[in-house]
């Protein structure tokens, strides 16, 4: 074992700390996860799409030649290796639309005609970590492949309009642009090239090495300095032919038909390789500088670039950090749920027996119940046991000490309504508990 490969000595008690910017997911936010998953599922089944998972690691190559090498992703965000065993060169993905489309390949899926796909998962990316970027995060993302006019780009968008009303989240902006085809791109890039060599001095160092590579990446550059010159530079916009307009203008009719106000952004090129035609943001300003909420577009070219028969396509992904966050802001977080309908107090010794029993009743029944645990694998005073039944959010108390054990009865209390506490024969709790939740609920 080379002195590299030996693992850091770590001493036994030493508390080891998670990854810088990849975080839990704590249970007191779990709740907040769930409800968005149900929203997603819901929406996606209203538009006919179908759920696609990809592996979190793939090869290297699928975001090289997917997303382009000269991108921040490629170039420095991605976590990429060797595999030790087999010497694969391997990525964790650092976005869905490459892996979707690899395996859209792969596995034929385009064969019987288009698809409309959608998928959820943690992407990867080294960035430096602040609010709203991490280096672990989650995306929902959906592709609609094999479509090639501008009703699928206003139906996805409509899509993103109705998850964020759905949601309840204020002050979303979308804006839009078209990035053209090929041919008119290179127009622009020339005219690019040129306008950026005239001004080379005021180009910062990432802006000069990316004026002969990739020069519409510097019109994304967020550096401050450099502002007043991208303003200044030409607009591909004004590069495009006849055909990439009609399309423009029809996603945007269909927009305005639909009511989905959208302001067209010049300088939206997305900081990926793959896109051509429209390309859209939904950004806000609630949340500091990580504003965007989700992004995408029509890639075209992307399919057939990967090694599959060329076929259309377009899509968006959101970050499911930045929406809950903004969901927050907005106020529109579902309110915390009890974590149970039930919980079940007792003595130990042959209370806990006739506790458990009577537990495991209620959930075969579909209640769900806490029954209460000694931390110190005793007993516990009622008192105590009753703050934890009142934090756990329970409509209702099933209470078993040795007095009701001796005449074979329970305790049933109301722990939010009228506070009424009653004996109920240990055999009649369950048709008691479900009487009472039933008229709770009512
Ligand atoms: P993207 O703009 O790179 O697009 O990412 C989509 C969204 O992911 C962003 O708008 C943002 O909300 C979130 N996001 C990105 N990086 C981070 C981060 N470091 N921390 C937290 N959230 C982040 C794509 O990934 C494309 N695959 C979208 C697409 C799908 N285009 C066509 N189909």
Redesign the pocket.
Known sequence: MTDQNKPEKVQKTQKINGVR?MNDLLPADAAHWAHLDHVLRDLTRAYGYEFLRTPIVEATAVFQRGIGEVTD?VEK?MYSFEDRLNGEQLTLR?????A?VRSVIENNLLYEGPKRLWYTGP?F?H?R?QR????Q???F???ALGFAGPDIDAEIILMGQRLWDELGLKGVRLEINSLGQANERAEHRAALIKYFEKHQSQLDEDSRRRLLTNPLRILDSKNPEMQTLIDGAPQLLDFLGEESLKHFNAVQALLKANNIPCKINPRLV???D??NLTVF??VTEELGA?G????????DPLIERMGGKAAP???????????LELMKVSGSLPEAQAQCDIFVLHQGGETLTAAMIIAERLRSAGIDTILFCPPDGQSASFKSQMKKADASGAAFAVIIGPDELAKNEAQLKDLRGTGEQKSVPLDEVLGAAIDALVGASE
């Open positions: 910017g992703i965000e650092p976005e869905g639309t490459a979707v992407m990316r960035e970590p709203g970027r991490y280096r995060f989650h995306q993302g959906i592709e997305r900081g990926l793959y896109y943001e939904w990580q965007t909420i989700a992004g995408g577009g029509r890639y396509a377009c899509g968006w992904a959101m970050g499911m950090e930045r929406v």
